[in-house]
Nanobody, 126 residues
């Protein structure tokens, strides 16, 4: 079993930054690709960013490309999401997840991920 715990969410003004963290425990954290998703009220959960085990490959949703950066520290079993230039439309509950299958491939679909955190709330005021 793998436990994922997100932290770092909060209330921030538009244009400012937040860094989310996702700490993994339990069964080995690596080698697995990881991803971040988000869900706003009344909307489906959507893909945000993904990173391979090595950190050598990343992929972003168009809506966050150039503003968000995903990274990881395998020694600390932690994955991060640096969010800059936040917009009111970025407000959501953010979830980290572990991707099943190949750790050299990225995934953008929920069904590709087998373990999920409980989420952390990000609120962006205009």
């Amino acid at each position: 079993q793998v436990q994922l715990v997100e932290s770092g969410g909060g209330l921030v003004q538009a244009g400012n930054s937040l860094r989310l963290s996702c700490a993994a425990s339990g069964r080995t954290f690596s080698p697995y690709s990881m991803g971040w998703f988000r869900q706003a009220p009344g909307k489906d959960r959507e893909f945000v960013a993904a990173i391979t085990w090595s950190g050598g490959s990343t992929y972003y949703a168009d809506s966050v490309k150039g503003r968000f950066t995903i990274s990881r520290d395998n020694a600390k079993n932690t994955v991060y999401l640096q969010m800059n230039s936040l917009k009111p439309e970025d407000a959501a509950v953010y979830y980290c997840a572990r991707k099943g299958g190949s750790y050299t491939r990225l995934g953008t679909r929920e069904y590709e991920y087998d373990y999920w955190g409980q989420g952390t709330q990000v609120t962006v005021s205009s």
